[in-house]
């Protein structure tokens, strides 16, 4: 098509009303929703609200690593001895209830420690000072047979 067939083509639209096809702004689809408010007020709502949902979304992943990680590590039992005990209570502000999670650190025979969490019926029937074969899964308590004491 030649610049002649073009200006005739063109003029073929003359008198009609000109169609857009401009996709809506974000300043267009939040005008009605913000009042017409400055861009000043605008971000902090927009940075909350990304904080909030990468912060989610960290967790996510985090857990999903852990959990990952955990079941591809092999199931490990080593001779040990419970050397503390600690229990951390969060929660409990209001109306909510608190929460308590449970610990238990053991040192095997080579030195090295390990501090994992257990339920709390595990955390009671534990003293430190036992000792027995720890059995446990990268970061998860699988178990802990004491030694019967004589």
Do not use: C, H
């Not at 005739?8 to 401009?22: H, K, L, N, V």
């Not at 929660?91 to 969490?117: H, I, M, P, V």
Request: aromatic share 14%; charged share 25%; no cysteine.
């Amino acid at each position: 098509m030649d610049s002649q067939q073009i200006g005739d083509y063109m003029g073929d639209f003359e008198g009609q009303d000109a169609i857009s096809f401009e996709e809506p702004g974000v300043w267009n689809m939040f005008g009605d929703l913000l009042g017409g408010a400055p861009l000043w007020f605008f971000i902090p709502f927009v940075s909350v609200f990304v904080l909030v949902i990468g912060s989610i979304i960290f967790a996510i992943v985090r857990g999903t690593a852990r959990y990952a990680k955990n079941n591809a590590s092999e199931i490990v039992a080593v001779p040990a001895r419970l050397i503390g005990k600690r229990t951390e209570v969060w929660g409990g502000s209001g109306d909510s209830r608190a929460r308590t999670s449970y610990y238990l650190t053991f040192e095997a025979q080579n030195g090295d420690r390990k501090e994992l969490e257990v339920s709390g019926e595990q955390y009671g029937l534990n003293m430190e000072g036992d000792e027995g074969v720890l059995t446990f899964q990268g970061t998860r308590f699988k178990g802990f047979d004491r030694n019967a004491r004589a």
